[in-house]
């Protein structure tokens, strides 16, 4: 039998998780790559689809002799980089996110995990604090916000009410943040480098498209996910 005391914590979980709120903002923690994450309202929960993308950066980056720099754009709490830390010895990540509290987040888990030494985190939007950068990426690896204002209205509530609507909000077409992005991203990457990136699954036309006609980008290809949806875009930097 519970105690008074733990009787009433179980019933504050129970009536939140009533009201919508997602079990990992309750408990606080989410696996993913098999590693522990805090989770908190700041950031998004980190999902089973954004594994395949961390599988296309690897299987890109192979098994590197030297050191390779990514950028992890949108950190958010960290997932991305973190799991990459742990699999590659010659890396240096830099993650990125354009809230504090998301970074401080991020900054925890990578403590957590014993990867801190080879992750640098920066608050900054975008591509904006790299424009000018000498040394390039080898990999631009993110999940941008994607779901265009018509499919935000209809996601469950537990996201749309409680994650965080920047990190979701991909404008009227949810192309906002994923056409700067395919913009930019060859001002920061080595020759040869990629842009790996989630995205909708109706999007892969699109974001095709954006591709093409940026003429920046020798080849790409779309990878599904693990329920056959179109999922990540690997788009390979011009020599």
């Not at 799991?83 to 504090?100: H, P, Q, W, Y």
């Not at 920066?122 to 631009?140: E, G, I, P």
């Given at each position: ?13 129970v009536r939140r998780r009533l009201a919508g709120e997602p079990n990992q903002y309750i408990t606080g923690t989410q696996e993913f790559w098999s590693l522990p994450f805090r989770v908190n309202p700041d950031v998004l929960i980190p ?193």
């Amino acid at each position: 039998p519970m105690e008074a005391e733990e009787l009433a914590k179980f019933r504050t979980f129970v009536r939140r998780r009533l009201a919508g709120e997602p079990n990992q903002y309750i408990t606080g923690t989410q696996e993913f790559w098999s590693l522990p994450f805090r989770v908190n309202p700041d950031v998004l929960i980190p999902r089973p689809e954004t594994e395949v993308l961390l599988e296309t950066v690897l299987e890109f980056l192979g098994s590197p002799e030297t050191e390779v720099r990514v950028l992890d754009l949108g950190t958010g709490s960290g997932a991305i980089a973190v799991a990459l830390a742990r699999e590659f010895d010659l890396i240096k990540i830099v993650a990125t996110d354009s809230s504090m509290a998301a970074v401080k987040l991020a900054q925890e888990n990578a403590s957590l995990n014993q990867v801190e030494s080879k992750i640098h985190f920066v608050c900054a939007d975008m591509l904006s604090a790299f424009s000018s950068v000498s040394r390039k990426f080898a990999v631009v690896a993110t999940n941008p916000p994607y779901v265009s204002h018509t499919e935000f209205s209809e996601l469950p509530r537990e996201i749309r009410d409680y994650e965080p609507r920047h990190a979701l909000n991909g404008g009227p077409d949810g192309l906002a943040a994923i056409k700067h992005i395919i913009k930019e991203a060859p001002a920061v990457l080595s020759q040869g480098g990629a842009l790996i990136m989630e995205m909708g699954a109706e999007q892969a036309e699109s974001v095709s498209a954006l591709v093409r006609d940026s003429q920046r980008y020798e080849r790409y290809q779309i990878i599904k996910d693990y329920s056959g949806l179109d999922r990540v875009l690997l788009a390979v930097k011009k020599e």
